[in-house]
């Protein structure tokens, strides 16, 4: 799985991972800070949420059609510099119930969407240059896996890193989160005759107070300075990507051109010309596989929405059994790393390696006993952002797994092709919201208390149609899109992204007004289309796409020759 990449991967990957940390510090608790700070229902902070995710997706259609004109890698540092900027500016507290707060908030989230358009895209085509070497070429899929394997390490612990800040800041005070206050807290300063109901959520959380207006002032106030810490936490991780990729920069130096200066070098890294007609099959095959994936992000990024706004209302904040120590974030890193030694085990071929494997597995072994004897069973007091920890985990835990699974195939020639892959994730995550079907058929309305194992046991088969789509899809764009246009058609992918991220707002408009289990059937309905439309077109795609970049230059390599040939 390591062998024979680049050094240059893992230093992208790496400056990826401290930016996605920051990131989904922020998208964990953004759906809640819209809620808590500025008082606003299911329906409005959706569509903001919706929004800002679309425009953080449509930006890098914007940065790769700069970086092509100009260069990739000094698109990726102005990017990080822009990002940093804008969650400094989320990062100061400013009044909570205002507008001129709001106003201000959507400049700084104008600034993460351009900066992320100026970095996100780039990066991956920059990881995607070290593969049109012949001697890592083989390795491509691989790699992006273990790439976004790398994104989704910085994700795990975005979530704890977001509640630590919010426990910080409300501890100071001598306050406790519970799900319910920030809701009854706005109610009760809107005019809201819910006193009752908010001294009754207070007294069942060890708080009270005389004068609810202050406490339910205080209660915002603090619980949104609770989530500009977090913000500020997202400040320092650019900081360390910006030190990785700077530092390491000699791995991945020979990839680097400048569009305006580059002259020959820069017509030679675009690499040679394909006819009109590849580069019109390539393009067509692309944009029919954008297609689907919108509906794929669509149902996907219900994560930071119905399915937070779910954990926040209709899961018991309660677990216990070995449920409980999945919301340690260092317990899942043990599993996560007694899956690697597991697979190291098998495939060391020294004594010496599989004896360090042995040694790992025994102490992660230790210390999930440590975890699981020394949390209170049950475990009290979990917040809705917790759950998304479980998708970056499922995810790094995975991989190996998936790997092996497609190297294996792979070897015997049946791997299935990208857009096959494409169109089992969308079947993967028909089954993951049937489970949540399942799991919604008891409740009335949008507040009950179901057992923590529903969302959990979604995340990991989201997790499988994750794997089977998203990093294949973005390891497909870098092979299949023509030579000029591959920052155009990486950005293309973000752009489909973006369209589906808006289509979250849809759910959560219904949230609410439809019973749950209706709401996730709709979104199983959607997903079984979107597979029979890929699965309806595969031929045309496969067809289209099985000429590899590789292939059509050593093609086009070959035809040169000959006219070479024939002209002397």
């Given at each position: 799985?390591?062998?024979?990449?680049?050094?240059?991967?893992?230093?992208?990957?790496?400056?990826?991972?401290?930016?996605?940390?920051?990131?989904?510090?922020?998208?964990?608790?953004?759906?809640?800070?819209?809620?808590?700070?500025?008082?606003?229902?299911?329906?409005?902070?959706?569509?903001?949420?919706?929004?800002?995710?679309?425009?953080?997706?449509?930006?890098?259609?914007?940065?790769?059609?700069?970086?092509?004109?100009?260069?990739?890698?000094?698109?990726?540092?102005?990017?990080?510099?822009?990002?940093?900027?804008?969650?400094?500016?989320?990062?100061?507290?400013?009044?909570?119930?205002?507008?001129?707060?709001?106003?201000?908030?959507?400049?700084?989230?104008?600034?993460?969407?351009?900066?992320?358009?100026?970095?996100?895209?780039?990066?991956?085509?920059?990881?995607?240059?070290?593969?049109?070497?012949?001697?890592?070429?083989?390795?491509?899929?691989?790699?992006?896996?273990?790439?976004?394997?790398?994104?989704?390490?910085?994700?795990?612990?975005?979530?704890?890193?977001?509640?630590?800040?919010?426990?910080?800041?409300?501890?100071?005070?001598?306050?406790?989160?519970?799900?319910?206050?920030?809701?009854?807290?706005?109610?009760?300063?809107?005019?809201?005759?819910?006193?009752?109901?908010?001294?009754?959520?207070?007294?069942?959380?060890?708080?009270?107070?005389?004068?609810?207006?202050?406490?339910?002032?205080?209660?915002?106030?603090?619980?949104?300075?609770?989530?500009?810490?977090?913000?500020?936490?997202?400040?320092?991780?650019?900081?360390?990507?910006?030190?990785?990729?700077?530092?390491?920069?000699?791995?991945?130096?020979?990839?680097?051109?400048?569009?305006?200066?580059?002259?020959?070098?820069?017509?030679?890294?675009?690499?040679?010309?394909?006819?009109?007609?590849?580069?019109?099959?390539?393009?067509?095959?692309?944009?029919?596989?954008?297609?689907?994936?919108?509906?794929?992000?669509?149902?996907?990024?219900?994560?930071?929405?119905?399915?937070?706004?779910?954990?926040?209302?209709?899961?018991?904040?309660?677990?216990?059994?070995?449920?409980?120590?999945?919301?340690?974030?260092?317990?899942?890193?043990?599993?996560?790393?007694?899956?690697?030694?597991?697979?190291?085990?098998?495939?060391?071929k020294s004594n010496t390696?599989?004896?360090?494997?042995?040694?790992?597995?025994v102490l992660v072994g230790?210390?999930?006993?440590?975890?699981?004897?020394?949390?209170?069973?049950?475990?009290?007091?979990?917040?809705?952002?917790?759950?998304?920890?479980?998708?970056?985990?499922?995810?790094?835990?995975?991989?190996?797994?998936?790997?092996?699974?497609?190297?294996?195939?792979?070897?015997?020639?049946?791997?299935?092709?990208?857009?096959?892959?494409?169109?089992?994730?969308?079947?993967?995550?028909?089954?993951?919201?049937?489970?949540?079907?399942?799991?919604?058929?008891?409740?009335?309305?949008?507040?009950?208390?179901v057992s923590p194992n529903?969302?959990?046991?979604?995340?990991?088969?989201?997790?499988?149609?994750?794997?089977?789509?998203?990093?294949?899809?973005?390891?497909?764009?870098?092979?299949?899109?023509?030579?000029?246009?591959?920052?155009?058609?990486?950005?293309?992918?973000?752009?489909?992204?973006?369209?589906?991220?808006?289509?979250?707002?849809?759910?959560?408009?219904?949230?609410?007004?439809?019973?749950?289990?209706?709401?996730?059937?709709?979104?199983?309905?959607?997903?079984?289309?979107?597979?029979?439309?890929?699965?309806?077109?595969?031929?045309?795609?496969?067809?289209?796409?099985?000429?590899?970049?590789?292939?059509?230059?050593?093609?086009?390599?070959?035809?040169?020759?000959?006219?070479?040939?024939?002209?002397?």
């Amino acid at each position: 799985m390591f062998k024979n990449q680049p050094k240059g991967l893992y230093v992208l990957a790496l400056a990826n991972t401290g930016e996605r940390f920051g990131y989904y510090t922020m998208l964990a608790i953004f759906l809640l800070f819209l809620q808590a700070k500025f008082g606003l229902d299911s329906t409005v902070s959706g569509q903001i949420y919706a929004g800002f995710l679309a425009l953080v997706y449509f930006m890098p259609l914007v940065g790769g059609w700069v970086a092509d004109k100009w260069s990739f890698s000094k698109c990726v540092v102005t990017g990080l510099f822009v990002m940093f900027l804008g969650y400094l500016i989320m990062a100061i507290p400013t009044d909570i119930r205002s507008m001129s707060s709001l106003v201000i908030l959507c400049a700084a989230l104008l600034l993460i969407s351009c900066g992320t358009g100026l970095f996100k895209g780039n990066l991956q085509v920059m990881v995607g240059d070290l593969y049109n070497e012949p001697r890592y070429s083989g390795q491509r899929d691989a790699a992006f896996s273990l790439f976004y394997m790398a994104i989704n390490i910085g994700s795990m612990f975005a979530p704890m890193t977001a509640t630590a800040m919010c426990n910080l800041a409300l501890g100071s005070k001598g306050l406790t989160y519970a799900s319910s206050l920030p809701a009854l807290c706005n109610g009760y300063l809107d005019g809201q005759e819910n006193g009752a109901e908010l001294i009754a959520a207070m007294s069942d959380n060890g708080m009270s107070a005389t004068d609810l207006t202050a406490f339910a002032t205080d209660y915002i106030t603090t619980l949104s300075t609770g989530y500009s810490y977090a913000f500020g936490v997202a400040c320092i991780s650019l900081v360390v990507s910006f030190l990785i990729y700077f530092l390491g920069r000699r791995t991945y130096a020979h990839i680097l051109v400048d569009k305006k200066k580059g002259g020959a070098a820069a017509a030679a890294s675009a690499g040679p010309e394909l006819t009109p007609a590849q580069t019109k099959q390539r393009v067509i095959a692309l944009l029919l596989v954008f297609a689907v994936v919108i509906f794929f992000w669509m149902v996907f990024h219900q994560n930071g929405a119905t399915l937070t706004e779910f954990a926040k209302s209709c899961t018991s904040p309660e677990a216990g059994g070995w449920t409980r120590i999945g919301f340690n974030v260092w317990a899942l890193t043990s599993i996560a790393i007694g899956v690697y030694a597991l697979f190291n085990l098998f495939q060391s071929k020294s004594n010496t390696g599989r004896g360090i494997s042995v040694g790992i597995l025994v102490l992660v072994g230790i210390a999930l006993w440590y975890f699981y004897s020394s949390t209170p069973d049950p475990v009290s007091g979990i917040q809705p952002q917790q759950y998304q920890q479980f998708n970056p985990f499922y995810v790094v835990a995975l991989t190996p797994v998936s790997l092996a699974i497609f190297g294996a195939l792979a070897n015997r020639r049946k791997e299935p092709s990208a857009p096959r892959k494409i169109g089992y994730g969308m079947l993967m995550a028909a089954v993951a919201y049937g489970v949540m079907v399942i799991g919604s058929l008891s409740i009335v309305g949008t507040s009950a208390s179901v057992s923590p194992n529903w969302l959990i046991s979604t995340y990991l088969l989201l997790t499988f149609a994750e794997l089977l789509l998203s990093p294949m899809g973005i390891s497909f764009v870098s092979k299949v899109a023509p030579p000029k246009l591959k920052g155009s058609m990486m950005g293309g992918w973000f752009a489909a992204t973006a369209v589906g991220n808006y289509l979250v707002s849809i759910p959560m408009m219904l949230w609410g007004k439809i019973p749950t289990a209706v709401l996730w059937g709709i979104l199983v309905a959607i997903c079984l289309l979107s597979a029979l439309f890929i699965f309806s077109i595969m031929k045309k795609l496969e067809a289209a796409t099985s000429d590899t970049p590789a292939d059509a230059d050593a093609e086009i390599a070959a035809e040169a020759r000959t006219a070479s040939e024939a002209e002397a």
